[in-house]
């Protein structure tokens, strides 16, 4: 027998010790045994008689708990079995928490500590009220989005279409005696950010390893509109093929599974810890990984992800919101998913990890050739297909800022090399005359029309990057465009695009 989660050995007894037994009255119990060596063996305990008076109270006085203390002999050789309940209330040594997890003490602090104290009153993070907010504070699209979804999902009544926002809401849990709960906010709040630092998710695009950040982007709002606007920001800036987050059965091509990207940010929303830091993806050549804060529940390991496994969010309330939208089910299969998905793709298979106090998850592309010899095809004039000139400019830009001021003269290089190929795709898919733009808005603006086919939410000062202009020039052009109805922006100015307008 070795030492494990509830079985503590020590040769002899010190006050340090009360933190052993503070750790397994808060965790599942255990026991601790004073007079045995690191292997278990007896080594006799010289004054036994001492301890065993003096034990019990110090442990009473120290902690408020009472515990089992029993005196052994085992041939002649005296040692004492400390035995520990496990409490319902939590329990502290001088105000500090402690916890018994493996084989080892944690003392437990901010976001451990809040979460700790507050399942040991019954309660979760997300079912707390939140007294600075009020009904003011929801977003009637957020709802209104979440209204329609449930009712495809056919997981809610007919009729909640019919309820108002209060009605809804206590509905759903999230409201108590006309209160948000904290739930209320991260579903659905306008500024989730007002009340909770890190609502938000960071994106970054890497080269070759981490310390190759490109560019970056963050998404911030409640996760109704996370969900949303991050694949759009996934789609419009960092994936080379687009993908649709609605089809979960559809599989693109040398990408990612749609269902496993949709399930990790579904995970990462769901069950992150909330006071801690952002959630955040980055995206290299050829994988892509998320992060949250939060480990997984107690007695569940990263092996058994991969199996059939119970749901036990560690944000109930805003889980069981999520499923009665349709967003996730609620069987635990949210990793499975991702699992199958990547299997399916014959894509190698996803690592989960524990990282900095967070879980990792990593899916992995299929190897494509190297750039180097995709820019040797191009160099050479071996590219004779649209779809591979948009793939390799994509590829070659990131597109953006910071990479392209890094190495405009190649990109550009790149660019009249295959302008033919664009100004050609760009009159047949779109109707547009490209001499007629060239005379009416000047001889740069196919060079912005054709950016825009390539990168539809490039900004106004990448293109000034790429074309060496100045961004006023770029952004009166772009003005004429949008007067003229040659294109049209869809989105915010933050996360959305420029979308080119066929012309009739």
Known sequence: MSESQNIEWKRSWHNDYLKWICGFANAVGGIIYIGKDDDGAVTHLEHHKALMESLPNKIRENLGIICDVNLHDEAGKKYIEIRVNP???PVSLRGRYYYRSGSSKMEMTGNTLNEFLLKKAGKTWDDVIEE?????????????????????????????????TVELLEKIRLLDQGKLKRAAIILFGKDPNRFYPNIKVKIGRFGINDADLRFQEVEEGNIIELLKTVPNQLNYKFFIKPIDFEGLLRIEKEEYPVAAIREMLLNALVHRSYMGSMVQMRVYDDKLNIWNEGLLPEGMDLESLKHHHISRPRNPLIADVCFKAGYIDSWGRGTLKIYEA????????????NLDGGILVTVFKKETSSLND???????GQVDDLEKSIEQVRR????????????????????????GVFTEEIRKKFGINTEEIRKKYGRNAIDILMLFMLEPSIRSKDIAVILELAASTIEKVIAKFKDDEV??????TKSGYWKIIEQK
């Not at 990547?342 to 990890?353: D, N, R, S």
């Not at 294109?487 to 915010?492: D, H, L």
């Open 342 to 353: 990547c299997k399916e793709a014959g894509l190698p298979e996803p690592e989960i990890t």
């Open 396 to 419: 070659e830009f990131g597109l953006l800022s910071d990479r392209i001021a890094l190495g405009k003269e190649k990109n550009i290089a790149f660019l009249r090399g295959n302008y």
């Open 87 to 89: 409490y319902s209330v």
């Open 374 to 380: 995709q820019d040797n095809a191009v160099a050479g």
């Open 132 to 164: 600075g907010a009020s009904l003011d504070d929801i977003d009637d699209n957020s709802i209104k989005t979440f209204v329609k979804d449930a009712l495809k999902s056919g997981r809610m009544p007919h009729d909640i279409g019919e309820l108002s």
């Open 487 to 492: 294109i049209e922006r869809e989105g915010s």
